[in-house]
């Protein structure tokens, strides 16, 4: 009977590792974002010995094919097979690797909140793992790119064209991280900020994955792109991204 409950409890899903920490003397408490299953929280047992044969491939930012048994507070690991190791390229790469920190800490907060959203966030979230980890554009990009499209996936799409207030079309000249991108000079609300036109067609190209216009960008317009991408972030998530602040700009 323990045999029959312990199989009827056991799943497997693909998952992206988003986080980890210790758990006592050598297991480690994992939170996943999973493909069908949403966020979890599952505990892998003796990872942290060298002789284990699936720690390395439950490290931040790998993705693989698990096999989990539900458990009451927390789900187990009970076996890792690799399927995109992307952690070792991206740990190599200090660039990388605040990006990916970032972009895994806003896939953990968009997904603590929308689990109907998982498996749309979780395909989000690997592409942008993969495309990193073989340096394909600037990290910066990769990221800002993906910040607007979790956000979007997430219900809160930026309009970059018409007027995000009230439809007008554009182009526009000021940001509203409130009102949801772009608005007119008749909804404006003071003091918004006035992005070069430069900037606008870039947050645009990000958005839509638009990477011929987005690759050729100029430095101070994708760094202007990325503060008003920070801004609108913090203001629909509720709250200051920790990861972000560790960012290189160039």
Known sequence: MVQQSFAARSYRDDAVVLRTHKLGEADRIITLLTK????????????????SKFGARLEPFMVADLQLVSGKSLDIVTQAVAKGAYGSNIAADYGRYTVAAAMTETAEKLTDVDGEAGTAQYNLLVGALASLSRAEHAPGLILDSYLLRALATGGWAPSFTDCARCGRPGPHTAFSAPLGGMVCADCRPPGSPAPAAETVVLLGALLTGDWTTADGSQVPHRREAAGLVAVY?????ERVLKSLKHVERG
């Open 233 to 237: 972030l913090q203001w629909h998530l």
């Open 36 to 51: 069908h299953h949403g966020q979890i929280r599952a505990v892998a047992k003796g990872v942290r010995r060298t002789s």
